[in-house]
């Protein structure tokens, strides 16, 4: 590496003398500009001898790391030429526009890449020499001082590199910024459509051969077992099939609650989808919305590539995964709009239409389709005649139809019924009786499927039998214990004492409120609070919370008074560090796996705290504390409900 680094330095006297002798050439022969110049720089090929733009890309991605996010993530880029290659002032990240809120990162002056090697960046070296065994060349975050950081590349984005599972991008970026190499995966279509399929946990995008680039998504593979600092330089035996097989499409729509009673419209709409046939279906070959003509201005949209529905499985779209986690306890597989950053988001299908879902209670339809166009099944509501006539009846608030039996199909109203107490991730296969017989019913749980999550068993009456079969590890954990209730990111410059230590301070009296809403005591010691960058707070032994009370986090101070009675804490790193317009907040156990999380956005940046409103219950956005029920135009309420009232298990 010192050779690369003399190399340099000739390099720069080279550039000098040249300048000079063109100067005097200029001054000796006037240039012609009619006349072209060749300058005999080196030229790279591919493996298939084509010309290549770039030496240096990226190989490998580790997206959707087992453990903390994004602390375990890490990035690979491959130096493919036969010459070591100077890495100063190159820059990576996930920030695709200049100036906004995501990362780039510039490597620093004695930064280099030897020939046909690769580089590995972790987000923290720390965590990823635990799970290696081994440290990256370098690091986002430091953690180890013998590992060299990136840097914060500001003139381009002040944010961080934050790989998002459900869609995202990487870019790579020369001395001049111009882009060298990128890949978008998921919802993402910046580098190419279609974008490279998301991974589940502990899997990696990896380039495969690593010299090849085509600049589309077939040049991504999918790696169960993950080699940072390894790469494969083999084409693949045979290659991936660039369409999905749509043969096989025995799907219909199996419940709807369009009305929904626990929070604002749209959030809390859902759709859930049964697969009543014997081989999986792939969701890339079908659409699903709320427009019944193309170019309409309703929605409609597609599934992340290489989502499929197991053999009598079902799925659940919501319009928001927080509003359905809040109400029904666990997460569903889709969502419209994105909320809770592990469940994967639906796209917008712009050759149909380039509205969004948002199904109306007067009377709309729900339509499966085809990706050709053509339609699989639909089912339409009160003044809406698009699927059926009749269409089915408005239902009350809060109700939802649902198809009964779940595998019947007669394009009619008939196939429909009312349920007062909705079922999410549960059909019914039995067909309506008469009122006088006892029902005996066939229930099918959700089984195990490669889109993602799967619902908790369901409470069934004892005239009930349920066939469950296996479930994925995302929702079948119970709903969170700990609820992250009230935050203070941004406090007033003045009113802003929240710790009531007499002084307000910008970072002192920021805070983070949660509660537990179980029915037992939970021990937080060993647990930690994260943002996107870093731990912020690690819980001291003997954190111990009563059921329905709580722990407050302060950023610093000296906190002063009681907190409505409950656990009081300063942050242990020092400070919260909470930015005032987007920030997501996690929670850890001691085995390091997200307990729950939280997204804000500019609702933050307004010199008071939010709040979930209702207490525990109320969805996201949370809401400004000044402006929530009950409030009263009190900028924060530390440790008590919105009100000033104690919390229920928390005894005065």
């Not at 490669?450 to 369901?458: E, G, L």
């Not at 008074?561 to 996690?586: C, H, K, M, P, W």
């Amino acid at each position: 590496m010192e050779i690369i680094r003399a190399q340099r330095e000739v390099l720069k006297v080279s550039l000098i003398i040249l300048g000079i002798l063109l100067i005097g050439f200029s001054i000796f022969n006037p240039i012609n500009f009619d006349q072209s110049f060749y300058f005999p720089f080196v030229s790279y090929c591919d493996p298939d001898g084509q010309a290549i733009d770039s030496v240096l890309i990226i190989s490998e991605i580790m997206i959707n790391p087992t453990g903390i996010e994004p602390g375990n993530e890490w990035i690979e880029i491959f130096n493919r030429s036969n010459k070591a290659l100077d890495l100063f002032r190159y820059k990576i990240g996930d920030s695709e526009i200049e100036g906004d809120l995501e990362g780039m990162y510039s490597f620093p002056d004695d930064a280099l890449v030897a020939a046909g090697q690769p580089v590995v960046i972790a987000n923290q070296a720390t965590l990823f020499s635990s799970l290696y065994g081994f440290l990256p060349d370098y690091e986002l975050i430091e953690s180890d001082p013998a590992v060299p950081n990136l840097v914060k590349f500001r003139l381009w984005s002040g944010g961080a590199i934050n790989l998002s599972n459900s869609g995202d991008e990487l870019l790579l970026l020369n001395q001049d910024n111009k882009l060298l190499d990128s890949i978008s995966w998921g919802n993402s279509t910046f580098a190419f459509n279609p974008p490279a399929p998301i991974t589940e946990d502990g899997e990696s995008l990896e380039r495969i051969p690593a010299n090849k680039d085509s600049n589309s998504s077939a040049d991504w593979k999918i790696s169960l077992a993950p080699d940072p600092g390894g790469v494969n330089l083999v084409k693949p035996s045979t290659p991936s099939p660039t369409e999905p097989n749509c043969d096989n499409l025995s799907i219909l729509i199996s419940e709807v609650l369009y009305d929904p009673a626990f929070s604002p419209e749209p959030g809390g709409e859902w759709m859930e989808l049964f697969n009543f046939g014997t081989q999986e279906v792939i969701l890339d070959c079908v659409l699903l919305g709320d427009e019944e003509v193309i170019g309409g201005s309703e929605g409609m949209m597609s599934f992340p590539v290489g989502r499929t529905i197991a053999p009598m499985g079902v799925i659940i779209i919501a319009n928001r995964a927080d509003d359905f986690l809040n109400y029904y306890g666990f997460l569903p597989d889709f969502e419209i709009n994105e909320s809770v950053e592990s469940v994967h988001n639906l796209s917008s299908f712009p050759p149909w239409a380039t509205g969004s879902i948002n199904l109306s209670n007067s009377g709309d339809e729900a339509i499966l389709l085809k990706k050709s166009g053509s339609l699989l099944d639909a089912v339409s509501w009160a003044d809406s005649i698009v699927a059926f006539v009749p269409s089915v009846p408005g239902v009350e608030p809060g109700h939802s139809i649902s198809r009964k039996p779940a595998d019947k199909d007669t394009d009619s109203s008939g196939d429909w019924v009312e349920l007062s107490s909705p079922e999410p991730g549960t059909v019914n296969l039995i067909p309506p009786v008469s009122p006088t017989v006892t029902p005996s019913m066939t229930s099918t749980q959700k089984p195990v499927t490669s889109t993602s999550t799967s619902t908790p068993t369901p409470t069934s009456t004892p005239t009930t039998t349920s066939t469950q079969t296996p479930t994925s590890t995302e929702t079948s954990k119970p709903p969170p214990s700990i609820v992250i209730n009230e935050i203070q990111a941004d406090p007033h410059a003045i009113l802003g004492d929240a710790n009531n230590d007499g002084f307000v301070d910008y970072s002192d009296d920021e805070f983070i409120e949660l509660v537990n809403q179980s029915s037992s005591l939970i021990d937080l010691s060993g647990w930690s609070i994260h943002d996107s960058m870093e731990s912020r707070h690690l819980f001291p032994e003997g954190s111990v919370v009563e059921p329905g009370c709580g722990v407050l986090v302060f950023g610093g101070g000296t906190p002063t008074g009681n907190f409505g009675n409950f656990l009081v804490q300063i942050a242990s790193s020092g400070r919260l560090g909470l930015n005032d317009r987007i920030e997501t907040i996690y929670i850890y156990n001691t085995l390091l796996e997200q307990v729950t999380s939280i997204v804000y956005g500019e609702e933050a940046d307004d010199g008071q705290s939010i709040t979930r409103d209702p207490d525990l219950i109320g969805g996201t956005p949370l809401r400004k504390h000044s402006l929530a029920t009950g409030s009263n135009g009190a900028l924060f309420s530390p440790g008590t409900r919105i009100d000033g009232d104690f919390f229920a298990g928390c005894t005065r």
